[in-house]
């Protein structure tokens, strides 16, 4: 049957309306609208003294201790690589559902979910997990081969494409979670990226593979990392950002996919508002599928893209500094944005996960003895608890918002810039709508 | 409770058993198997619910599946035969539904695909299933099916839909709460269907409709619609959904405050999987409810209801037996136990061998005419339409006492009874 056909029958359609009322119910009777203007107040009172010339914290690295390195170098790669193998084959082979094959589980909630908090708050252990350095760096070895093809004149814009095809994938595609569709797509990636880096070098993994560059950039946010001089491991702490002070302004190319970065988990939570939907001329609670709504999705991610670009090139514009400059300051709220956003989906889809991995082999083992229907969403109908989980998430909204500002007047006192309070007005405007946008997101009903 | 849960195997427990057959039948798990003229397991499609937005009721329709699917099998499958559940996700999309049932029936090869839910998807799906001449049995409430709007290979043996449930209602509440009665609906084609049926409904009994109150669907906010309930009514009809339901209660009962109020009469389709002892919620007290399964455990509970509550894990309040506050979308999914009990008697009624008798299977479910009380119907007793493909159930009426639900009406089938809008049995097979 053709869609059109479809969707004039089920604008015609009597029946049930099933449309759920927990989860967005609960927090739809609490009081969050005060929390999201005060948020925005806060973040603009801060960035207002900050133009003043306040004093700022110093975001100075702090030394912890050095230790030998625990691991042969490139081990754990060669282990997230066989990792990688086995669960495309879960995927191709293993069960359908997909919150029971370890496949979309391991990709849309450990990885893009679990390993996004760990690495803002632990520094980039990707480097070390990375599936493609260990064996293209053998590979190259094993060829003889040094030197790469040019892929490093590209910038970042490899990852670019790269992000926005999983971004498409995630929030618009029909099936994200099929596994058998998930392990071809993946598959046919981490091929594509390990003979692109085999032929470039894997250092090139950082500036044109899209995970790699996402989990660095994220980690840079961290309050805790580690650098390596040779077999031995020091540790760091400070203020969270204090890493992005050291980086060099972003190129064009890193511009472009920080703003992705931002702006697809933004639309991701935005194309399940009611908001959204009701713009797109739907009903939302009669929403007809993913099926109906893949054009205008489509326009709807490529859109949010280009005015959250389109605002951040204006706001600097005033500011009289390099866009780059300023958008090192967008790293904390794209990361804390993502885990405040995912937040409920960690509490929920983790939960598979970990039944998951007490039966990893799909064969009715209770490994880790958690026994029958051990999963369970009754938290998300809690008042109490749908309370702590908003107040997680004003937290990291807020407080990333407020390591911008600082991190943004920090960054161009270091520069030697003195905009003033009028040039940076703009940019302030922003951060107080983008504090306030990111907790309406969490707060307003959705269908999702 | 600790040997009833034993009775709920996971879903891969399940099909480890199956896997097992041979050595299992001759241990004499499943009594019957060894005497199939073919030992090949019964492979059954479903279309689950597993994301999207019918995600939440997904969850709990996989789990009475695979209760329902372990006791089939712990009596003996279908015809001696083990059964198999394949289940696949369809997003909640009629798109990705339509996909899913082809890639069931065909790849997978599966005698016939059940389980869907949502209306949309179960209307996108259909036209697939008679296209490929494979059984389509959906627990959807919907009047689609018994609308005539889907086709000879569709049918809905587990649930009564909703046309039948609201006309079923009017007797009670003219009769108890009172006959001029106040709706108040989202502005959409669910809303208008509780408008049109009950309106009629009501005047049938001698009522009558005073104020009809649609609700646009995007509204978060109800209390500036309230002003609008006349003074004079006797009982407010409600059937808001959606996330802003509870919102709906809470300005409903700041409306009215400590003083005069209507009665309340709502559908539980609002608050499935909803606790009713939630924060705000106090105002439903004394107000009434239609569920077509009782959430709560009745005193009066048949053996077969608290066996398939024990198989489900849903203990006395509706809620998961490992969580309390997990509450079950225990009024609409029996509809998927209820549905594999006529597959499994359709099959056998039929004689069905493989995919060459899938015609024999809808003539033999078409041929049915009730369904008995029991473990296989533990909702209750049902007449089955072979015509209209629909059967027709008894519904209950629950008063919210002390935060619970407890039935203080059950309807008859009759009540929900009207006249056939299609005779299915015309079509060629």
Known sequence: MQKGAITAILAAAPGAALAHASERAVILTLPTGGFVWGAGLAVGLTALAASLGAALPAFTARRLFSRPALLPAGLASWLSAALFLALIFAGQLGTHDPYENPLPLMIWTVLWVGLTLVQAVLGDLWRHLNPWAGPVRSLRALLGRTGGIGLAGLGQWPAVLGLLGFAWLEIVSLSPDDPAQLAAVAGGYALIVFVLAVLEGEDWLEQGEFLTAFFSLIARIAPFWTSDEGRRVTHWAGLPGTQVLALPPLSSSQIAYVTLALASVSFDGLHETFAWVAAIGLNPLDYPGRSAVVAVNTAGLLAMWAVMAGLILAASVGVRAPVGLLCLSVLPIAAGYHIAHYLTALLTQGQYAIAALSDPLARGDDLLGLGQHWVSFGFMSQSQTVWRIWMAQFALILGAHLIAVLLAEQGLRRAGLRPGLWAQLPMILLMVLYTCFGLWLLASPSIG | ?429
């Open chain 2, 1 to 429: 409770m600790t040997n009833e849960l034993s009775l709920t195997p996971s879903r891969r427990r399940v099909l480890q058993g199956i896997m097992g057959t041979g050595a299992l039948t001759a241990t004499g798990f499943f009594p019957g198997f060894a005497h199939a003229q073919s030992a090949a397991p019964i492979r059954l499609g479903f279309q689950l619910h597993r994301t999207g937005i019918g995600a939440s009721y997904g969850r709990w329709y996989e789990r009475t599946a695979t209760a329902a699917l372990a006791r089939i099998n712990a009596a003996g499958g279908i015809s001696g035969r083990p059964v198999e559940i394949q289940f696949e996700d369809d997003g909640t999309d009629p798109a990705r539904g339509a996909e899913v049932f082809g890639k069931l029936a065909t790849e997978a090869g599966c005698d016939l695909v059940f389980g869907a839910l949502f209306s949309h998807v179960v209307i996108g799906t259909a036209p697939r299933a008679a296209e490929l001449k494979v059984p389509y049995l959906v627990c959807s409430e919907g009047h689609h099916v018994a609308s005539g709007m889907l086709n000879r290979w569709t049918m809905q043996p587990g649930i009564t839909d909703v046309k039948s449930q609201v006309q079923a209602m009017a007797p009670f509440v003219t009769a108890n709460l009172g006959k001029k009665v106040t709706m108040v609906f989202p502005d959409f084609a669910f809303g208008h269907d509780h408008r049109d049926y009950f309106t009629a409904a009501v005047a049938a009994q001698g009522g009558e409709v005073i104020a009809q109150i649609a609700i646009p669907p995007t509204e978060t906010s109800f209390t500036r619609y309230f002003p609008q309930i006349p003074a004079e009514t006797e009982v407010l009809y409600h059937v808001m959904v959606g996330p802003a339901v509870l919102t709906f209660v809470k300005e409903i009962g700041e409306f009215y405050g400590t003083g005069a109020k209507p009665q309340l009469f709502g559908f539980m389709d609002s608050l499935e999987a909803v606790d009713i002892a939630s924060p705000g919620l106090e105002f439903l007290e004394g107000s009434h409810f239609w569920e077509a399964h009782p959430r709560y455990k009745q005193a009066d509970a048949s053996a077969a209801e608290t066996a398939y509550r024990a198989a489900v894990g849903v203990d006395d309040n509706g809620a998961s037996v490992t969580d309390a506050t997990d509450i079950a979308t225990y009024s609409h999914m029996f509809s998927v136990w209820e549905t594999l009990s006529v597959i499994k008697a359709g099959m056998e009624a039929s004689g069905y061998q493989g995919p060459d008798d899938r015609a024999k299977f809808i003539e033999a479910v078409e041929a049915m005419t009730a369904f008995d009380e029991g473990e296989d119907h533990p909702q209750g007793a049902k007449t089955f339409n072979g015509k209209t493909h629909q059967a027709f159930g008894i519904q209950n009426i629950s008063k919210v006492e002390g935060g619970k639900l407890t039935v203080v009406h059950k309807t008859a089938i009759e009540d929900g009874m009207y006249p056939d809008e299609v005779d299915y049995t015309t079509q060629a097979l």
